[in-house]
């Protein structure tokens, strides 16, 4: 496999990243759309399955301590199907997530400068109390929604406030109020049920053929 060293790291905007690449003589090399699904394997390996705009998709596997700070990657990229055997390498399993972002490339030497803007990776600043307002809208035709939890990281579920139901049929929306214990990263989800007590399932699946299904999740930074 092959090994790479990297570092993340959060920005307020890519302006000043942007200039900043160009001081040190970094090159620009392109800006694609780019959508990961995420697949686990095993207790310490991953797969991600990356399509994008500007070439064929493709299996990353991937090995690497999911820590802050510099740390190093062991991956492999692989086709997405295998040719002799005419079958797919796709893991038949629901993806853990799905990421879309706009990349851009930046090149300097034997360094790669990834410029990511992420879909539903946000900032949320606390209101002078300390706590941090959640908030959305659920929906289930026909059924009604009786009841949205939302989790924070690892922990238990915890129910949020509905607004008025006008009927079976709108959408219902709902807030949560969260005090966070610092600033950092997490992850939040939410899960809804409908009007028949049945509660939304955590198997992920695209909208079609079928619909979409999976708890809604986003990353965030609290400040």
């Keep these: 496999m092959a090994r790479n060293v990297e570092v993340k790291a959060r920005l307020s905007g890519l302006a000043d990243a942007r200039r900043a690449a160009e001081k040190v003589g970094a090159r620009f090399e392109w800006i694609d759309e780019q959508v990961d ?13 990356r399509t994008c705009g500007r070439a064929p998709a493709e299996l990353i596997r991937y090995a690497r301590p999911e820590t802050s700070g510099v ?31 706009t990349r851009e490339l930046w090149l300097l030497d034997n360094v790669r400068i990834h410029l990511d803007t992420v879909d539903g990776l946000g900032t949320l600043t606390r209101n002078p109390d300390g706590t941090a307002a959640i908030g959305g809208v ?22 949020a406030d509905l607004g008025d139901a006008l009927n079976a049929d709108t959408w219902r929306q709902w807030a949560f109020r969260w005090t966070p214990a610092g600033a950092g990263r997490t ?3 939410c899960r809804a049920t409908d009007g028949n ?20 999740q986003i990353v965030v930074f609290v400040e």
């Excluded at 699904?37 to 399955?49: A, C, I, M």
């Excluded at 079958?87 to 972002?101: Q, W």
């Excluded at 659920?138 to 129910?159: C, F, K, L, M, Y």
Aim: one cysteine or more.
């Design 37 to 49: 699904r995420y697949y686990q394997v095993g207790d310490e390996s991953r797969v991600k399955l």
């Design 71 to 101: 740390r190093a990657s062991e991956y492999e990229v692989l086709p997405v199907r295998d040719a002799e055997a005419h079958a797919c390498l796709v893991p038949k399993t629901p993806p853990v997530v799905v990421v879309r972002k």
């Design 138 to 159: 659920a929906w289930a035709q026909t059924r009604g929604i009786s009841n949205v939890e939302v989790q924070i990281g690892d922990g238990e579920w915890a129910p």
């Design 187 to 189: 992850t939040i989800r």
């Design 197 to 216: 007590g049945v509660i939304q399932t955590d198997e992920r699946s695209e909208p079609l053929p079928d619909g979409a299904s999976g708890h809604h």
